[in-house]
């Protein structure tokens, strides 16, 4: 074998002039006019994703995980203002990522639904239905995409998640959690760029696509 959840200060203001055509205040230089808000975004943590996803079968599933590398999420932030956007650190410009990035994820049950209606049995995942996925990773700038090589898998295993109701857990369906972690190369690529996961079944269909993006 994968819209991240951030802390967020958001400060928004709006203005609304209905101004007559030569009025003084139409006549205004763009210089005098208030400045557009600034929005700060945090990624102290990492930045996660998370999507859904579906099989031939009928059986569901949710992907969610975190991008992470040692010490370069910590005090990182993402400022936005009218003149553009910049990533700093205290007083550091930050452009590109580090040498590699950790990705850990993790594929478990979801239950398939149309709004707030059941539509079928449940369908639990399998071993053999989640080996059947197979993942693409990929660099998104602007609408391009560029596949990652050299992708290494660190971590992989599997665990029975524990029932609510214990004390009927002979009875119930068996279900797992699976948990990768990845490295992904990283060197040189712009902090602006997002990393795109697909996981697609059997006969090259799409069943789940998620970006992970600052």
């Not at 059986?59 to 400022?79: I, Q, T, Y």
């Not at 239905?129 to 197979?134: A, I, Q, T």
């Amino acid at each position: 074998m994968c819209a991240p959840e951030l802390h967020v200060t958001h400060i928004a203001l709006a203005a609304i002039f209905l101004l007559a055509p030569g009025t003084a205040l139409a006549q205004k230089p763009a210089k005098n006019q208030k400045p557009l808000p600034r929005t700060v975004w945090n990624y102290d943590g990492g930045v996660l994703f998370e999507t859904d996803g579906s099989l031939p079968n009928g059986a569901c599933f949710r992907v969610s995980g975190r991008l992470g590398a040692p010490d370069f999420f910590e005090n990182l932030k993402r400022v936005d203002t009218e003149e553009g956007t910049v990533f700093r650190r205290g007083a550091e410009t930050v452009s590109k990522f580090p040498e590699a990035l950790l990705v850990s994820y993790i594929i478990r049950d979801q239950p398939c639904t149309l709004g707030l209606e059941k539509i079928a049995e449940p369908v639990y995942l399998t071993e053999e239905m989640v080996e059947s996925l197979r993942l693409s990773i990929y660099w998104k700038h602007g609408v391009d995409l560029q596949a990652v090589k050299n992708v290494k898998e660190l971590h992989a295993r599997v665990d029975r998640i524990a029932p609510y109701a214990t004390a009927l857990a002979a009875e119930l369906p068996r279900r797992y959690e699976w948990s990768f972690q990845l490295a992904v190369p990283s060197a040189g690529v712009s902090v602006s760029d997002s990393l795109v996961f697909v996981f697609r079944k059997p006969g090259d269909r799409i069943a789940a696509r998620v970006a992970a993006r600052m």
